[in-house]
Nanobody
């Protein structure tokens, strides 16, 4: 069973930075195969939305327009860890942030429906 554990959330002022981490475990190539991983966020009263995604085997990253130029997704496959570097944070970035992993489906990698495994989330709060 794939397990994802996020960390690194917190409270910052607008313009500040945070780095989220997601430790993945429980999967082996060919069993619980993971093809891509992503970061999603959900604010109170809003739907979960894709923030950034990356193919595990390498390839182009994908970002939502709202975070392009401010957020960077990266991975350390040796450590089975996914990262999200968040700079120039804005109050509208406030949300619960989730790490997710998937291996099938079609369409944008920012679609939550493409992901099978989810972490519990880490809260990010940005004050003005």
């Amino acid at each position: 069973q794939v397990q994802l554990v996020e960390s690194g959330g917190g409270s910052v002022q607008a313009g500040g930075s945070l780095r989220l981490s997601c430790a993945a475990s429980g999967y082996t190539y060919g069993i619980y195969y993971i093809a891509y991983m992503g970061w999603f966020r959900q604010a109170p009263g809003k739907e979960r939305e894709g923030v950034a995604a990356i193919p595990v085997g390498g390839g182009s990253t994908v970002y939502d327009d709202s975070v392009k130029g401010r957020f960077t997704i990266s991975q350390d496959n040796a450590k089975s860890t996914l990262y999200l570097e968040m700079n120039s944070l804005k109050p509208e970035d406030t949300a619960m942030y989730y790490c997710a992993a998937g291996s099938r489906g079609a369409g944008s990698l920012l679609r939550p429906a493409r992901y099978t495994y989810w972490g519990q989330g880490t809260q990010v709060t940005v004050s003005s």
